[in-house]
């Protein structure tokens, strides 16, 4: 039986719309819990100062997963430090600073990491699972994507947290 003979007993759209969900389901990247639950702690308990995260592939499956929780004692440094030089990341980095006002404040900054020098392949994965995986936490602030480390220095993340 073909789509059109089972449009005809009108089981055509049901079908499509379940193969067609199915295919969108197996070509997209899971999300590990532990990163909406990482997330979370730097969020409303303050756990962590940043998290990074990567995809990983194993048995053919993707994943994005935690790589890296960083103490709340770390410093922007110690962070930009846990991205590497030539391979896509997103993560995730919790801002503190002084207004003009002189009032303490915090931003959660969602940083995708996708240097020059990493593969195209990598770059699109990267590029095309960052909408559904930036659903997933909520309360991210401010966005920022950077290819290169000056595009995501301390002084671009004071002047956008402002």
């Not at 110690?78 to 993560?91: G, I, K, M, Q, V």
């Not at 309360?139 to 004071?158: F, K, N, S, W």
């Amino acid at each position: 039986m073909i789509l059109g003979e089972l449009d005809e007993l009108g089981f055509g759209s049901v079908f499509y719309h379940a193969i067609v969900g199915l295919a969108n389901a197996a070509s997209g990247i899971a999300v590990h819990d532990d990163c909406k639950q990482r997330f979370l702690e730097l969020k409303a308990k303050r756990t962590f100062r940043f998290v990074v995260y990567k995809i990983e592939e194993k048995d053919k499956q993707k994943q994005i997963i935690v790589e890296k929780l960083g103490e709340p004692a770390e410093s922007y440094e110690d962070f930009t430090s846990n991205l590497p030089a030539d391979e896509c990341r997103y993560a995730i980095y919790d801002f503190d600073f002084v207004t003009a006002e002189n009032c303490q404040k915090s931003k959660i900054f969602f940083i995708h990491w996708s240097p020059d020098t990493a593969r195209v392949r990598t770059k699109m994965i990267y590029a095309s699972s960052k909408e559904r995986f930036k659903r997933e936490l909520d309360g991210i602030q401010v966005e920022l994507q950077a290819t290169d480390p000056t595009e995501m220095d301390l002084d671009v993340i004071r002047s956008r947290a402002v």
